[in-house]
Every structure is written in C-alpha cells, then in structure tokens.
C-alpha cells in the first residue's frame, strides 16, 4: 500500500474527469482498486462531485465484485443530485434484491431521490420496516419531501410520529409549513421548540420575509438578539436583509453591516448580495457600491443585484456600466441580468439599447426571453410612443401576455393619443382579472385623458355593481429602529393627534405660498 497515498493526494486535488481517467487507469495498473477505500474514493468523486460523471460512475460501480452499503450509497446520492433523481429509487431496489440491507445514510438519499408522492411513500415504507423512523435526519429528510410535493399534513404526521426530535426536524416542518404560506402554523412549532439554534430562527425570520411579513421578520430578529443564546450567522443574517429591504428599515440593515465588520466576517456572496439588494431598495447606492466592490468573489447573482439597484433607483447609465464591467470580468450573464438590463433601458428611455439587448439574449447568450424580459420590452416601447411595435411584440410573445404588459400598452395609449386601441386595450384588462382595482382605474384614466367623461363614469358603476375592492394606500418610516406604519383612514397610531397636527401645519405653509391643499382630491378621477 506504498503508492496508495499519491493516488489519494491526487484525487484531492483533482480537477475533472480527464485527471480522474488518468489517476484510475494508474490505480488499476498499480493494482489500488482492489482496495475498497481507494474504489471508493474514485467513485464518490465521479458520483457526487460537481465535476465528475455519473455514467463513468456507473461503469466502475459494475466492476466492484462485492459493493458496500457506502458504495450503494454513493450511487444512490449521485442519482438523487442528478438530471434523472429517480434512478436512485431504482438503484435502492437492486441493491436490496442483491441483499445489502440499508443503514442511516441511505434513506436520506433514497427519499430526495423520489420523483412522485407515490413513490416518496413506498420509500417511508422502507424506513419503518428498517426501523429508521427514530433517526432524526432520515425523518427530517422525510418531512421536507412531504412539504416538497404539498402535502404538509403528512409532513406533520411523520413529525408526530416521530418518537426522537431534534432542532432539524423542528425546523423542517417550520419550513415545510411557511413555503406554503402557512407562517402562523410555522410560527407555532417555532414557539414549541425547548431550544432553539441559529437555524430554527433563521427559518422562521426567512418564513416571514418570503411570505412578505416584514416587520414581524424584523420583531423576531429584535427579539433573537435580546433572547442572547444566538450568535447571527451568514444564512440567518440574509433572511433579516431581506426583510428590512421589503419593510425600509433601514437602520436596522445598516446595524448587519456593523456587526459583520465588528466581527471580522468578510462579505461572502450570499452575504455580500444581501447587503446589496437591500441598500439598493433603501436607495441608498453609495453604500451598495461600497459593499459591491467590497465584496472579493462576485458570482452572476452578485453583478445582478448591483444591476438591478441602479437601474430601479434611475441610474441607468451606472446600470449599463456596470454590466458592460461584468462582461469584461468573463461573467456570463442569466435571464435575472437581463431583467436588470431592459429595465435600465425602460426607466433611461434607451430604445435602441434596449432593442440591442434584447435581440443578444438569445442571439448571442442563448436564454430564452421569459414574461418579465417581454413586459419590460413593452413597456420601453410604449413609453417611447412606438406603439405599433409594442402591439406586434405582445403577437409575437410565445406565451399569453399578463396584466401588467396590458397595462404598459394601455398607458403608452394614453400617453401617445391612440384612444381605440386603449379603450380596446382597457376592456380586456378589465375580462383578464375582474377584481383588479387598478385595471379599471387604468382604463378610467385614459378616458379622462381624453375628456370622456361619461365613459369615466362608467367605469366607476362598473366597480361599482361588481364591488371591486380597492387598495388602500399605505407608507412607512423607520424612525430610531421602530417602522411606523400608515394606512388611509387609519386612526390607530399612537400618535395620531401629533401627526394631524403636523398635517395642519404643513397645509397652512402650502396655503400661505399658493401650493394645493393636501388635502385637496385635486383633479384625479378618483
């Protein structure tokens, strides 16, 4: 076993399968691969890395006289992360025909393999005849699956069945739970944990951001940092980001970045991106170019975020810039590029870049133009008054245009005088979501635009009889780390009587140097 320690120092540092062809034909010359760890080693790396093969892994499996359960398992994980996860399943199978019984890691494997309900449960079914229920991991594995394909009833019954918990299986049904939308039922299996780690309050602080409730995201946090027995770590601090980016908080993000440079942490990808979407939404794209060009590694995501921050803050130009840097850098960029890019495009009025842009995607990148690359395309056109060509676009689309591509045509409409069409346009809004508030004010506005008022009024019966509800108008303000909320007509703020009073004043100002009352309707249709 002299030359065994080359073979393995060579396969650590191995870049891809034409090393790894190398360094096998070396072990069979040498007579290695009759040893099961070398064996082993090679096929976990054609198996399971990155930059293996599994069908080079397959033909070495075949040549292993006695196969171990690890090796099954190798195979089984390989498949599972493969284009074909099923084949795992089937993988399972032939090694229990053969007479290898399954041990811990296996169902792990075997369950993330599973490519239908059906299936995941015949795999449970294993589980119990093995007596594997009381592992935790295998039952955490189980429980995702569950809430994978919806059915988070059974997620809960394999977590209630469980005799052995551990903050893993908690924190896979809180997940299971808020991905569906059900954050109080996660909120309530967080509240029952006995102790709770980084990652029990990363996933309930990321079930309230996914889920848009972003100020109990923010309270929670609050609340972790008083409860002390939790250090923040990358995963958890990327979930509060992304809360206070959808609230505007901004103070509260800004204490993340003192705290990642009181702790020495560098601003790693994920990390790195967080802090910069959420600077970016808070409008602040000094200190979302500071963090950027900070940041050591930047991955497509990285260059994406910085894109699409400039771009929705007007700086279309920077947009630009930044992604002509990107290309330099050898980045390629993906479809969430793009959508940065036509927006840049859109909010600069930069119809001919735009058009350029858009023609290289699948010209010269290969991506396939998704419904948010059309809308932004349309939405360009019809602002730049080429309506006509915003009409062929939206029949050239090869799916069914949305609401809002409607919407962008309607306005360009009623920008650019083309009254039919945008009436035609507005009728048909209106038929795509009838309970749409902002369909029929679209299609009301244009009629005000052109001085139809009977047909402004028509539009306003028709809410009417069909009782559209409409949205109420909202702000918020972060002041010394608490956001104030403000809703039309709410009068539950503690300080109501100090914020009308302030209104007051303000009116007088605007009063006394010939400005609208504020609290004049002005001349909206509405």
């Known amino acids: 076993m002299a030359s065994s320690p080359p073979i393995l120092s060579l396969l650590e540092r191995c870049s891809g399968m034409r090393e790894l062809r190398a360094i096998h034909a070396q072990a069979v010359v040498l007579g290695l691969v009759r040893y099961a760890y070398i ?23 075949d040549r292993i006289p006695q196969p171990t359960v690890f090796n099954w398992n190798t195979m089984i994980r390989g498949c599972s992360r493969s284009r074909r996860p099923e ?35 015949q795999v449970h079914g294993q589980v119990l005849k093995f007596g594997f229920d009381a592992d935790v991991y295998v039952v955490s594995s189980l429980i995702k699956a569950y809430a994978d394909y919806g059915s988070v009833d059974l997620a809960r019954k394999a977590f209630d069945v469980s005799p052995n918990r551990n903050v893993v299986s908690w924190t896979s049904l809180i997940t299971g739970y808020y991905s569906h939308g059900l954050v109080d039922r996660a909120r309530e299996v967080f509240d029952q944990i006995p102790e709770k780690n980084d990652a029990s309050w990363s996933a309930m602080i990321s079930g309230y951001a996914q889920n848009e409730r972003y100020e109990e995201a923010v309270e929670m ?9 939790v250090k923040p770590n990358g995963p958890l601090l990327v979930s509060f980001l992304n809360a206070c980016a959808g609230l505007g908080a901004l103070e509260e993000g800004r204490w993340v970045q003192a705290y990642v440079d009181g702790e020495g942490l560098e601003y790693g990808l994920e990390l790195g991106t967080a802090l910069v979407n959420f600077y970016a939404k808070c409008g602040c794209l000094e200190s979302a170019l500071e963090v950027f060009h900070r940041m050591k590694k930047k991955d497509v995501t990285a260059w994406s975020a910085m894109i699409m921050g400039l771009a929705l803050n007007g700086q279309s130009q920077s947009a630009l810039k930044i992604f002509s840097k990107m290309l330099q850098c050898k980045v390629t960029p993906n479809a969430i590029t793009f959508i940065g890019v036509l927006s840049a495009c859109n909010h600069g009025g930069l119809l001919e870049e735009g058009r350029e842009k858009f023609e290289s995607m699948s010209k010269i990148y290969g991506i396939s133009p998704t419904i948010e690359h059309y809308g932004c395309v349309v939405d360009l056109l019809a602002r730049a008054g080429d309506v006509v060509e915003a009409v062929a676009l939206i029949g050239r689309m090869p799916m069914e245009p949305d609401g809002a591509i409607w919407g962008s045509l309607l306005s360009g409409c009623m920008m650019h005088g083309y009254p039919m069409l945008g009436e035609e346009v507005g009728r048909h809004v209106i038929q795509l979501d009838p309970q749409h508030s902002g369909r029929y004010v679209g299609l009301a506005n244009m009629y005000a635009a052109v001085g139809r008022w009977e047909g402004v009024a028509k539009v306003r019966r028709m809410m009417k009889e069909r009782r559209v509800p409409v949205d109420s108008g909202w702000s918020s303000i972060e002041m010394a780390g608490v956001v104030h909320l403000f809703l039309v007509d709410d009068r539950r703020h503690p300080q109501l009587e100090e914020i009308y009073a302030m209104l007051h004043e303000m009116n007088k100002e605007l009063d006394s140097s010939s400005c609208e009352n504020i609290f004049d309707g002005g001349t909206s249709w509405w």
Do not use: W
């Open 39 to 61: 064996a082993s080693r090679i096929l976990a790396f054609c198996a399971v890395s990155p930059r293996g093969s599994l069908q080079h892994a397959r033909q070495l499996f």
């Open 221 to 229: 946090f609050r609340a972790m940092r008083d409860y002390g027995c």
């Open 87 to 121: 084949e795992g399943v089937l993988v399972y199978a032939l090694m229990r025909r053969r007479g290898v019984g399954p041990n811990m890691h296996t169902f792990p494997f075997a369950v993330k393999a599973c490519a239908c309900l059906s299936r995941l449960a």
